[in-house]
């Protein structure tokens, strides 16, 4: 061996030395700070989550210019962002972990008489059946394994956020409602400053004459768009207290809504709003349907009967296959192509599935689809994934995330209930419960609605039918800020 390369390899060793010192060091001021500003470190991770988001965008310099005909090569991961998410990697990564270790130490401590897992215990075990069967056994088990360390980065952040978010819930949704009312403005700035980045010009869609879509600091229009919605959600949830602010956080998200031209934030939107307005005003207080929401909604059943015997389905298929709009909604704007494909994928490997590299660029190369980054599907996405047993344990973790939310509904005004609504309906097109990344807008509406549902189950159910609604517990002084009086 050289004398060069000696020394190359000395100085490697030294760098390499400085680093472990520095984050066994960073590691144990994070656990020494834990009792006096712990309560803390939840939020600041969502707020890290998306400084995440928008850091791999600024940093990308990509040029949305040729969207349309280069969709694969803007949702490539910016090179130019590598080094600053690393280090916001690592700081979530040791708030993750100091708040486990401390959650482990303290359960020793007080020899068993505190459990690690509280009531949140049923979602916490379930997530991490799912988590394992989607993640790990794949990486073992399906017919191509492969060990790809980044995506079990976000595991120690959602398991955290189930055993300790929920005591500090107020404080969790403030953070993570400003973080993406900052986005939303940020995005709005970038028209301006930035356009190259954030819109994409001679885009033909739903809205007569807009001709743009909006980026934003988004992975796409259709992360930007339901980033949005959830901003809404949390507003609704927990109102700013100033309310010029109010009004302009409410104005910037909605205008993000409509430039972004997210066809499923717009349907989910829909939705999300008509559950809350149910919730809001076609339920008593026992929880039962009144009388007059019973009969709007048989009006509108037997409306849509008499419009599906006066125009049958048949001829409102023909009506849409002869227009470009139309045929997108058919079609789903191509995604029945990628999901035949994934069921072919789940076929050829029923029990433990493809594996982890599916959807990598060697893969999409070989079906000569570039734009499909996933099966834009949840449960063919898991199915082609991880193959039967991925899709047991998503459907297992969906039913405990829902039954959490629905539990939560009452001190959120059916703010969870939406949300919930909003994170199924994309799993129709899109894989919003993917937890592969820490970056992502879906993986941020999952880590918000995982938060909620967590806290759900320290939620006392209704009582027998006829009892009133008890009395609630609220997670700290000031979270009358819910609407909800104590």
């Known amino acids: ?19 472990a010192v520095a984050m066994v060091l960073v590691f144990a001021l994070i656990m020494h700070t834990q009792t006096r500003i712990g309560r803390y470190f939840v939020p600041l991770m969502l707020a890290l989550c998306a400084l995440g988001m928008t850091l791999g965008v600024v940093l990308s310099g990509r040029d949305v210019r040729f969207a349309a005909f280069a969709v694969d090569s803007m949702n490539a ?31 020793l401590k ?39 360390h980044n995506q079990y980065y976000a595991f120690p952040l959602f398991l955290v956020a189930i ?75 927990q109102p ?53 929401t019973a009969i709007l909604l048989l009006l509108v059943g037997a409306a849509f009967s008499v419009a599906m015997m006066v125009a049958p389905p048949t001829v409102l298929l023909d009506m849409l296959s002869e227009s470009k709009a139309g045929n997108d909604v058919l079609t789903l704007t191509g995604r029945t192509r990628i999901w035949d494909v994934a069921l072919d994928v789940w076929m050829d490997n029923p029990i433990f599935g493809f594996g982890p590299t599916l959807w990598d660029n060697a893969f999409r190369a070989s079906i000569q689809m570039p734009f499909a980054m996933h099966a834009h599907n949840q449960f063919l996405n898991s199915m082609g994934l991880a193959g039967t047993v991925g899709l047991i344990a998503l459907i297992a973790y ?19 209930l939406a949300l919930l609504i909003l ?35 320290s939620e006392q159910p209704l009582k027998a039918k006829g009892a009133s609604r008890p009395t609630e517990q609220v997670p700290s002084e000031n979270f009358t800020a819910l609407g909800v009086a104590r």
């Open 1 to 19: 061996m050289s004398k060069g390369e000696l020394i190359f390899l000395a100085m490697g060793g030294s760098v390499l030395s400085i680093l």
């Open 423 to 457: 994170v199924w309906l994309r799993c129709i097109t899109e894989t919003p419960l993917n937890i592969t990344t820490l970056f992502n807008g879906d993986v941020y509406a999952h880590l918000v609605l995982v938060v909620l549902a967590a806290r759900g189950f």
């Open 110 to 148: 007080m020899s068993g008489s505190r459990r690690i897992f509280g009531p949140e215990k049923p979602l916490a075990v379930v997530f991490i059946a799912y988590f394992v069967a989607t993640n790990v056994i794949p990486a073992f088990m399906g017919e191509k394994p492969a060990f790809i």
């Open 398 to 416: 969906l039913l405990v995330l829902s039954w959490g939310a629905v539990r939560v509904a009452r001190i959120t005004r059916g703010g969870s």
């Open 240 to 292: 700013t207290r100033i309310r010029s602010l109010r009004l302009a956080v409410v104005l910037s998200a909605l205008v993000v809504v409509v430039l972004a031209q997210s066809k499923t934030a717009w349907i989910a939107a829909t939705i999300a709003a008509q559950c809350i307005l149910l919730y809001r005003f076609g339920l008593d207080r026992q929880g039962r349907l009144r009388v007059g």
């Open 77 to 107: 991961e910016p090179g130019g962002a590598t080094w600053p998410n690393r280090a916001v990697t690592f700081l979530i990564l040791g708030l993750s972990l100091s708040i486990m270790v401390g959650r482990i130490f303290d359960s």
């Open 163 to 237: 055993i300790s978010a929920t005591k500090d819930l107020e404080l969790v949704i403030e953070w993570a409602k400003m973080a993406l009312h900052m986005i939303m403005v940020a995005s709005l700035i970038a028209l301006a400053v930035a356009p190259n980045l954030a819109l994409q010009p001679g885009y033909s869609g739903w809205i007569p004459g807009l001709d743009v879509r909006l980026w934003g600091l988004g992975s796409n229009p259709n992360s930007i768009g339901p980033l949005a919605v959830l901003a809404l959600l949390l507003e609704y949830v």
